[in-house]
Each structure stands twice: as C-alpha cells, then as structure tokens.
C-alpha cells in the first residue's frame, strides 16, 4: 500500500481529510499500517509527519522483544523510529557473536544470520579437513575454511519463537571460494532440507556451490587431492539422477555468495519452542572437495515476486 486511506475519493482529498484529524488520531490510524506506509504517509504535511514519526507508531513496529535481542549500547537512539531504522540499516551481533539481527525496512520482521560457528559441520573440529579463520569481509569474528573432505554436511536449527509470526522465511547457504577457486563442487549436487524438528514433511531440493556449466568440455577436473576426469555424459546423468531440478548460487551484493536451501512458513498459531531445522550434504559420490569459506546461514523474509537478495 502506498497511500494512508481514509474513506472514499482520491488520494489528494484523503490525505487532506487525514491531515484534519488531532495529531494523536492520525499516529492511531498510522498505527495500524506498516513502516513503509509511515513513511509515505510522512510526506503528506508537517502534521501527519509528526504523527508518522511518533514513537507511538515505531514502537509498534519494533518486535516486542528487540530489547532482549540487542547490545544496551545498540539501544541508545534519541526516538523508536531511529531505533528501527538502525536496526534495518545495519545488523547487530547477538547470542555472544555468533548470530546476527536486523529488521527488514519494509515490513519491520525479523532477519537472522546463524554463522559457521553457530552451526553443526562434520570433522570441522579437525584441521586437516577444516580450519577456523578470520576474513576482513565476514560480519563473525570467525569462518569454517574447507580443506578437503569427501564427506561434506552442514545442519543447523533456530527456535520460531525467534522469528516473526505469519511469514514465510528463505533460509540460504552464505559462502565463497577460498583463493578465488574451489574444488569437487563443478559437477556435484547437494541434498538440502528444510522443515520443522520432529515433523515428517521436510522440504528437499538439490542445490550446487559452482554454477552449472553444461557447455564446458570433458575433460580432467583437478582436485586438491585427485585428477578426475569428468565428460559432458556424466554432468547429464548427475543432473538426471536428481530430477534435473538443481538450484545455482548467486552472487550477493555484499561480494558472497548464496544458494537457497529451501523455505518454512511460521504461522501465526504456532508455538515458540518449535525449532526449524536444516541441512546441505553430499556423502554419497565420494568426491573430494576444498578451498570454500562458509560465513553462515541467512534466514530472511521472502518477498512475493521477488528474488532480490537482502543483505546486512
């Protein structure tokens, strides 16, 4: 929506009428909006942007936990609507660094970023397949760093009562090559499920870490480890084997990457000690893989139509 309503007639007579109500009226019809709409409405007049602005109204689109989620010092705003913002504008870590926080601008609902650290990742507490550093680019203090392993899987849970009621949520891989160039992922296509713990109906899809180029000729495949050779033939059967369905990676704005492992609504009747869990694995081709830096788990609203990618 992107005019305040109020009855009938164009949008120049409603905004007038608007205007003509006490200021603390129209912070009560604003009220029932969404950010996106206060901030439309904050153009009509001088009193209806101070109605818009009101903490009345951005305390309403704050979670009613926000002050549990974030640092004090991340708190000290001279109004509800700088609060909101900042918390849209750029993320906060949480949960003693390994998570972060923030608002989507438009809707005010809940964002997360689980990092490597927060997530479970075999044989990652063994150097010789996985190593914890530190990259100027990651918003964590630390990223698992893949050496090699052949069998790769990652899984992770976060709690509903964390995320936003009513709302379907993406839940993506986010990563990168190590040195620009990684090995094993050309060709290999990964499970990755997504559902609720305990619950039967899990979403599965096949995704990969390296874009899928099916023109490329047979030919060897290096890897950190191997020489492997793979033809044209066989990228076609690894596809078929799967249904032909498999989802690429993007390249986010923020310089990573990211490929969608699938998605989960959390209905309004829901319970808040329910937990989404997830996962990407390979453990069956036996082929080698290293040199990716994985940075975390992004779980974000989705957005109808939409595949813009939204970072923070």
């Not at 005019?3 to 164009?10: F, L, M, P, R």
């Not at 690894?238 to 989802?247: K, S």
């Not at 923020?254 to 319970?271: P, R």
Request: hydrophobic share 35%; proline share 4%; net charge negative.
């Amino acid at each position: 929506m992107e005019q305040i309503e109020v009855g009938g007639g164009s949008s120049r007579n409603r905004a007038a009428r608007l205007d003509t109500l006490p200021e603390d009226c129209i912070s009560m019809v604003i009220y029932h909006t969404s950010p996106r709409d206060a901030c439309v409405a904050a153009s009509v007049s001088k009193t209806v942007k101070s109605a818009a602005e009101s903490d009345l109204v951005w305390d309403k689109f704050l979670p009613e936990d926000y002050s549990s989620l974030v640092p004090p010092r991340s708190l000290d705003f001279s109004s509800k609507k700088e609060m909101y913002m900042s918390l849209a504008d750029d993320s906060v870590l949480i949960d003693d660094g390994k998570k972060s926080f923030w608002l989507e601008k438009g809707s005010g609902k809940k964002c997360y970023m689980l990092s490597a650290m927060d997530l479970k990742i075999t044989w990652s507490d063994c150097p010789a397949y996985w190593q914890w550093n530190t990259v100027p680019d990651s918003k964590f203090k630390r990223v698992a760093e893949l050496r090699d392993v052949c069998w790769f899987e990652i899984r992770g849970k976060i709690s509903c009562g964390m995320l936003s009621k009513g709302t379907y949520y993406s839940v993506c891989l986010v990563f990168k090559r190590a040195g620009g160039r990684s090995y094993g992922f050309e060709d290999t296509p990964m499970e990755a499920q997504v559902g609720f713990v305990g619950k039967d109906a899990a979403s599965k899809k096949f995704v990969v870490l390296e874009p899928i180029d099916m023109d490329q000729p047979s030919g060897y495949r290096y890897t950190s480890v191997s020489l492997t050779w793979v033809s044209r033939e066989d990228r076609t059967r690894r596809l078929r084997e799967v249904g032909g369905n498999v989802e690429e990676p993007k390249v986010r704005g923020d310089g990573w990457s990211e490929v969608k492992l699938g998605k989960v609504y959390i209905n309004d009747g829901g319970y808040d000690d329910d937990e989404i869990e997830f996962s990407i694995m390979e453990t069956e081709q036996g082929d080698w893989k290293s040199a990716m830096i994985f940075q975390g788990v992004e779980i974000r609203p989705m957005k109808e139509g939409e595949e813009m990618v939204i970072t923070k």
